[in-house]
């Protein structure tokens, strides 16, 4: 049926028509026109023409309504339900208004009349209904695109009209608010508020203002839920700035908070279909008549009245002139027109009301001569409207697209990518040249782990379903990796078949980076808490043991799900507590026992005065693997706060064994003590019978003695003497360390004292050849102290500095008061201490290595002194130089405290032995 | 020349070097020493035994251990090195009784092993003993 050569660029047009003449005729008008070259095939029918179309390959379809097998409007409906995207032409021999328009309301895209049609007009029609057709299917399937993400979209999406109720919603509002399009329709939009959130948006005057505005309320749910959400309002308004409605974009932030993005902005719905007008047709003879007009044409100009008194050119010029918007584009339009009479025209006229009128314009031929011109109007106002509303909104949604942290993608069937947006590029690195028709999504996963993905996404592909929140690594065209969450929903052609997925993903690595630092310090403390030595519970504000670690474990010999979940002492097994909870009341602190129990107090002022508690020994007794056992916990409790809770961590030390070996320590010690006292005395005794038996032979009551004999009886009884010193040292030590010594305070004369030990060494200084001197304060008021013991003190670092001090050399007392002390210095001019021996002279034992001259001492003298001033609440400095002399300086408060503490120096002693006993 | 020593000992009286910081023991000893016929030489610490028994060349030395200066081991360890005086016996008459302290001692050979305080008539047969087994060799 092909009757033109096959050009593969030329329009194909399928012309039905049962009358033989009239396809002839259309045949040969079209070889007149522009359109010369077209492929045109005929059918007779529609039966024939369905045939044809089937096969497909058609740019437009030219019928007649009477057909042998259908008529009227029920041809141009088969057409249109047949091939709803071809533009389809009437040519019609019924010159009927109604008819037309109604041709044109069933979606016909022109009704031309059989014998007023020329090849231009025809030629012009067929490209005018194919330009529009094209222009209504874009305008669809951006529509359409818009509409999906519209519908998708995880916002909800709501339009008011000027009366602010509700005409257009996504299904996420649906969602969101909890109800029916029922509920919803022409709902006024001040329902969907609190009033107090109503009346702060209402301030906003937002429709006044016109501003876009973003801000944080509440909506409330059809059961009266209120939910938090995130609103972008926005006023719509019409090319005169007229307001026409409002756009809310909500945000579900109850649920969202957690994610950080800026999802969308808002998004506009069209109402976008085109509008068909018939045409005004008028047509002029050279002279300035009308010749030839239709009703469209005088109702499009207002000219239906004046046609009763007959219309000419120039007046309907005028009153066409009237009308415009600018009167001179109707002069440069005719100028232009009638100055090349054989030329087409057609323009646009903007007319004052609004309207805007698309006019063509050509030349009208009567046997090759121009015999006027054919003027054809239309009203293009809606379509224009429309047109630059669907402009407008798809600039809106392009900008919402571009500037928004989401990629909106299309994929085929395959996974190939048909459309991204070019937010892309940030993201991945690609420009949408680069993924469009090139690349699978599958292309862009990471190696590693987008095996899966790909999996999962091909089962979502293969059942169709939408898809929400998948995450996913991708690989950056630089090589680098992102994380996207994505969304997506399938799009399926008129026969219901998949053609593709639409949706969104959203760049969520920083979030992922987030989340992985946070597990991965949450498994590091994890691990910590685990490992830790010490046994620690987190305990919440009601005391339920929420965490324990293995130490704990350890400690009671019970596994997790017996101490989780309950109270301390049931958890660590305290036989004042229950492990059984009863009648959901819980057995720990109830009882009598647990009055005292500090580990509750411990807990207790943790948590409720927020005050941290530490080394509270506690032996609580417990029940593990059968028995009884007390074992000694150290308890710190410290109050933390976690997600604005309060918690306490209880941390449990099991110190038994060192609390065991500290009391075998304490023990050992004093039988020590006890076996040096006892050991002591019992010398002391034989000692006194030998120092006397001595003294006899030597005094000569039993006898004359020779100079051999008292010479050997000397040697006895001076070491009788000194084991007799050794021993009450030892003795006096002993004492002292052990906290027994008694001290007698009394009221007493310093000046006395101190002169008694000056006198009770002279004899030694005269011996060994030392100059000793001692010089007082008059008049020292009394003190308060242990007259012996202060003898003792005195007597001891005179001894010391005599013994340390060369023949010849002095050795100087002084003694005087500062304050509320006296103060007793000894000095001397002996071998002197050297400096890293100095703090270390009053330990005991300690004896200063003195290359050459070995002093005889138990190492025990200063320790003494030391401990005695100390307990008298006084103190002892030492001053030395080696080779020059020492100096010893003790302050001795006048009126001591009362019952001075003696102190054991036996602490340090305690610990070493405990730490090298571990 | 050993001859002419060995002459010359038995000729006069075995001589004692006597070696402890504490006078009053030096005293009674050697009191006692001298008693039953021995020569006796005192030292109050190590370096002055070391000096005394390289002029006096005792027969028998009693060492003390703890010294000034000098102490008892090391005075062994100092007379055994010596090729002139290693073969001195020595009779260590000391205040320390432990093991550890008699093994030190007894590593560098002495003739016996005498702790403070002490039988005089014990210590003179075990000076006796040593000396008359020096004599013997």
Partial sequence: MTEQGSNPQAIKILIIEDDLIDRKSLQRLLAKSSLADAVVETADSLGQAKEALKKGGFDIVLSDLGLPDSHGMETIRALRSLVPELPLVVLSGLDDEATAIQALQQGVQDYLIKGRVDSQLLGRSIRYAMERKRAERQMRVAEQRYRTIFENSAVAIMLADEQQRLISWNRFTEQLLCMTPEDLHHRQISSLYPPEEWQRIRALNLRRLGMQHHLETKMVRKDGQLVDVDISLSVLKDAEDRVIGSIGVVHDITEQKKAKESLERSFSLLHATLESTADGIGAFDNSGQLTSFNQKFLQMWGLTELAQSGLTRARIIEVIKAQVVDPQVVDRVLASAYSQPEQARSGVLELQDGRVIEYHCQPQRLAGQVTGRVWSFRDITERRRTLEALQQSEDRFRQVVENAQEWVWEVDADGLYTYVSPIVQQILGYSPDELVGRLHYYDLLDPDDGATVRRKLQEVFARQDAFKGLESCNRCKDGTSVWLASSGSPLFDRQGRLIGYRGVSVDITERRRLHEILDRKQRNLEAIFDAAPVGMLLVDSQTIVRRANDAIRQLCGKDYPQIINYLPGQALGCIYASSIIQDGTHTCGVSEACKDCALIATIRQALEMGIPVHGIEIQPTIYVDGKDVQPSLSVSCEPVIIDGAKYAVLSLHDITARVKAEKEMMEAMELKSQFISTVSHELRTPLASMKEAVLIVLDGVAGPINDDQRHFLDIAKRNIDRLWRLINDVLDFQKLHSGRMQFNMQPNDMTKAVEEAYTTMLTYASKRQIHMSFSAQPNLPKGTFDSDRVIQVVTNLLSNAIKFTPEGGKVTLDLSKQGEEFVIKVSDTGLGIPKEALPRIFERFYRVQRPGREIKGTGLGLAIVKAIVTAHGGRIEVESEVNKGTTFTVWLPVSPRPAPAPMPAAGDTLIEGIVSGH | ?137
């Fill in chain 2, 1 to 137: 020349m050993l001859g002419l020593f060995k002459l010359k000992k038995t000729a006069s009286k075995p001589k004692i070097l006597l070696v402890d910081d504490e006078q009053d023991l030096l005293s009674t000893v050697s009191y006692r020493l001298k008693y039953a016929q021995y020569d006796v030489v005192t030292a109050s610490n190590g370096q002055e035994a070391l000096e005394k028994a390289a002029a006096e060349r005792p027969d028998l030395i009693l060492l003390d251990t703890n010294m000034p200066v000098m102490n008892g081991h090391e005075v062994l360890r100092q007379l055994r090195a010596d090729p002139d005086l290693k073969d001195i016996p020595v009779i260590m008459l000391t205040a320390r009784a432990a093991p550890e302290d008699v093994s030190v001692a007894s590593s560098y050979g002495i003739a016996d092993y005498v702790t403070k305080p002490f039988d005089f008539n014990e210590l003179i047969s075990k000076v006796g003993a040593a000396v008359k087994r020096d004599e013997d060799r």
